[in-house]
């Protein structure tokens, strides 16, 4: 069980908006940096957003990240099929001393 | 353009000694993490350990007992061992890069393509 809590799955259809959540603690989130990767099948992850809230280069704009005290979220807009992945945050834990990802959610496109 | 390709033994049997390496193109080993990742099958990221340029290393408490992960900057090479594996060791090992002025928890920019690693008698 990780100590930073994402929904296993998510939907949605073409052209919608969807969010990611992350939840996390004082000791991980609340005082550091959420960076996100997408997982598509078979493939090693890539790195979408860094930084709480940074596109990686190559990006497109339609995904977006914003953090609020222990809670993290993925924004994407404009929902395509090839987003259906796998999405992980990711972030340090001060307790651990060491870096911790999320569950992961499965982006489903309806 | 930066690539990172990894090699190892595919399959282990329990009690040996895990052993990967990740060759580094295109980049130097200053300013960055260099870490590993597993994936067991249809589960999520874990974490294994990271090393920087000056070998300073951070290692997941789980595993901390069992991994070493070390540098070759002669050869652009960083390598992990886990020792002692089991079942629960099987799994899709990554190697990565971290981008060490963001700080802990820096973004793994460059990834390698991945080893199966299988652990069975």
């Known amino acids: 069980q990780s100590v930073v809590t994402q929904p296993p799955s998510a939907s949605g259809t073409p052209g919608q908006w969807v969010t990611i959540s992350c939840s996390g603690s004082s000791s991980n989130i609340g005082i550091n940096t959420v960076n996100w990767y997408q997982q598509l099948p078979g493939t090693a992850p890539k790195l979408l957003v860094y930084?709480?809230?940074q596109r990686a280069s190559g990006v497109p704009d339609r995904f977006s990240g914003s953090k609020s005290d222990t809670s993290a979220s993925l924004a994407i807009s404009g929902l395509q099929s090839e987003d259906e992945a796998y999405y992980y945050c990711?972030?340090?834990?001060?307790?651990?001393?060491?870096?911790?990802f999320g569950g992961g959610t499965k982006l489903t496109v309806l | 353009q930066v690539q990172l390709q990894q090699w190892g033994a595919g399959l282990l049997k329990p009690s040996e000694t895990l052993s990967l390496t990740c060759a580094v193109y295109g980049g130097s080993f200053s300013g960055y993490y260099w870490s590993w990742i597993r994936q067991s099958p249809g589960k999520g990221l874990e974490w294994i350990g990271e090393?920087?340029?000056?070998?300073?290393?951070n290692y997941n408490p789980s595993l901390k007992s069992r991994v070493t992960i070390s540098l070759d900057t002669s050869k652009n090479q960083f390598s992990l061992k886990l020792t002692s594996v089991t079942a629960a060791d099987t799994a899709i090992y990554y190697c990565?890069?971290?981008?060490?002025?963001?700080?802990?928890?820096?973004?793994?920019?460059?990834w390698g393509q991945g080893n199966l690693v299988t652990v069975s008698s």
């Open positions: 090393i920087n340029h000056s070998e300073r290393t």
């Open positions: 930084s709480n809230d």
């Open positions: 990565a890069r971290g981008i060490a002025r963001y700080g802990f928890g820096s973004p793994f920019d460059y």
């Open positions: 990711a972030t340090w834990d001060d307790s651990l001393n060491g870096r911790v």
